[in-house]
C-alpha cells in the first residue's frame, strides 16, 4: 500500500517503517496515525517479514509528538472519540512480531509514548526523550502515564511528566527508559544487527516471548507465571521447537520457518 506520511522498506526479514514529515518533526497528525495502524496491520499478515524497526524522517527528530495544531479549537468530545478504539500504539504494542524504536531525534509526547510501545528502544545520543504535553496545559494520552512509570519507575515518571522536562538518550539509557544510546553514526547499524538476529529466531517462539513478557505488566505474578507456562508448553506445538533442538544436537544453525 502506498502511504502519503509513511515511508515502508522491506530489508530481508527486517520492514522499517518510517513517519515522514520532516518538515514538522514528524509530529502525529491523524493521517498520520491512521497509517501507522494500516501499515502495521499489513505487516502483520507478512509472513516475510519477522522484526519491525520504526524510526523518523531527517536528522532532528524521532516524532515530536501529536500534531499541535490539530488540537486548536478540538471539544473534548471530539478528542475522545478520536482517541477511542483501537489506535496506533495498540496496533504496535500488540504487534505480534518484535518492534524496534530506532530513535533518532526527538522522541516527544506521543513520539516517547509511541516508542514505549515498541518492544525495544535504542537511541542516538542526538535524541532528547520526554513528555512535555503538561506545559500545554494537557497530559499524556497516549499510555504515558502508565508505560513510564513501568519502565523507569513512578517517582522519575512522576517528575518528568510534571516537569514537561527532556532528557538526553544517556540519561534515558541509564533510567531504563532506552535499551542503548549509540552514537548517531552507529544507530541505524547496531539497530539493524539486533534486528537481524531476532529476526533468525522461530516467529512463533517469539511470538510466545512477546505475550509472555507483556503480562508481567498486565497481570499479577500468579497469573502471569501460569500463563508463562502455557506459552511455553505451546511452543512445543510447533515444528521450529523440534529444528531448534535438532540442530542444537547436529551442531548446525537452526532454519525456522515460523510454523
Ligand atoms: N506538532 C506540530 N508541529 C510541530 C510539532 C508538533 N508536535 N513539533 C514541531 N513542529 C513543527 C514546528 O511548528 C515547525 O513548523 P514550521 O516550520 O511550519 O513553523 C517545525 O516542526 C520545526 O520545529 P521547530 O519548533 O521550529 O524546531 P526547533 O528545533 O526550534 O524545536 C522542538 C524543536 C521539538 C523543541 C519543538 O519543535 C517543540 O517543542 N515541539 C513540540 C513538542 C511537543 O510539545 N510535543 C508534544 C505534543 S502533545
Same mark, same amino acid.
Request: charged share 30%; hydrophobic share 45%; proline share 3%.
Given at each position: ?64 509528538? +501529536?500534531? %499541535? /495544531?490539530?488540537? !486548536?479549537?478540538?471539544?473534548?468530545? $471530539? ?6 478504539? &483501537?489506535? #496506533? ?11 524496534? +524504536?530506532? %530513535? /533518532?531525534?526527538? !522522541?516527544?509526547?506521543?513520539?516517547? $509514548? ?6 525495544? &528502544?535504542? #537511541? ?13 496545559? %494537557? ?121
Amino acid at each position: 500500500m502506498a502511504y502519503e506520511n509513511l515511508i515502508v522498506e522491506k530489508r530481508g526479514a527486517v520492514a522499517i517503517v518510517t513517519v515522514n514529515r520532516p518538515d514538522k518533526l514528524n509530529a502525529l497528525n491523524i493521517k498520520t496515525r491512521g497509517e501507522i495502524l494500516a501499515a502495521f496491520d499489513e505487516l502483520a499478515q507478512d509472513d516475510e517479514i519477522r522484526v519491525v524497526v520504526i524510526t523518523g524522517a531527517g536528522d532532528k527528530a524521532f516524532i515530536a509528538g +501529536a500534531d %499541535i /495544531n490539530e488540537f !486548536a479549537g478540538r471539544t473534548a468530545l $471530539e478528542q475522545r472519540e478520536i482517541m477511542r478504539g &483501537r489506535g #496506533a500504539f495498540d496496533s504496535v504494542e500488540d504487534f505480534p512480531k518484535p518492534v524496534i +524504536a530506532m %530513535i /533518532n531525534g526527538y !522522541a516527544l509526547g506521543g513520539g516517547c $509514548e509511541l516508542a514505549m510501545a515498541c518492544d525495544i &528502544r535504542i #537511541a542516538s545520543t542526538k535524541a532528547r526523550l520526554g513528555q512535555p504535553e503538561i506545559k500545554l496545559g %494537557i497530559i499524556p494520552g497516549g499510555g504515558g502515564t502508565q508505560r513510564l512509570p513501568r519502565l523507569i519507575g513512578e517517582g522519575k515518571a512522576m517528575e518528568l511528566i510534571l516537569t514537561g522536562d527532556m532528557i538526553t538518550a544517556e540519561e534515558a539509557e541509564r533510567l531504563g527508559l532506552v535499551n542503548r544510546a549509540v552514537s548517531p553514526e552507529d544507530l541505524e547499524t547496531k539497530t539493524m544487527d539486533i534486528a537481524n538476529r531476532i529476526a533468525e529466531m522461530s516467529p512463533v517462539a517469539l511470538r510466545m516471548a512477546k505475550q509472555a513478557v507483556k503480562n508481567a505488566s498486565r497481570t499479577d505474578l500468579r497469573a502471569g507465571l501460569e500463563a508463562e507456562l502455557d506459552l511455553f508448553a505451546l511452543c512445543f506445538a510447533s515444528e521450529d521447537k523440534e529444528e531448534g533442538v535438532r540442530a542444537f544436537m547436529e551442531k548446525r544453525k537452526p532454519e525456522f520457518k515460523g510454523k
